[in-house]
């Protein structure tokens, strides 16, 4: 499955903004879709996945309360919301899909084999 994410901008701190990943080649039915984010001269980070069979999300502690996944079956498309943007939030975010994800695997980086070229995020304070 080939991905694309889009959306990222500029935003000043406290202010909000909406990611979106779409898929082609295949639909996210099956798969389990991820957002990761990489800041400059960080290591890439888990952000949050949604598990299309049934839903189930996991967030990494960092972005609990201001970001939400979701998903848009019928448009093939997995959303980040993100509110309340910090300064530590600037980074590229990536999205990832991978098929038959057990729940404890979800947030990890090795688990994912198809992935999106990233959407630059900067958060000005």
């Known amino acids: 499955v080939q991905l694309q994410a889009f959306g990222g901008g500029l935003v000043q701190a406290g202010g909000s903004l909406r990611l979106s990943c779409g898929a082609s080649g295949r639909t996210f039915r099956g798969y389990s879709v991820a957002w990761f984010r990489q800041a400059p001269g960080k290591e890439r980070e888990f952000v949050v996945a949604i598990r299309w069979t049934d839903g189930a999300t996991s967030y990494a502690d960092s972005v609990k309360g201001r970001f939400t996944i979701s998903r848009d079956n019928a448009k093939n498309m997995v959303y980040l919301q993100m509110n309340n943007l910090k300064s530590d939030d600037t980074a590229v975010y990536y999205c990832?899909?991978?098929?038959?994800?057990?729940?404890?695997?979800?947030?990890?980086?090795?688990?994912?084999?198809?992935w999106g070229q990233g959407t630059l995020v900067t958060v000005s304070s």
């Open positions: 990832a899909a991978a098929p038959r994800l057990i729940y404890s695997s979800l947030p990890v980086l090795s688990s994912y084999d198809n």
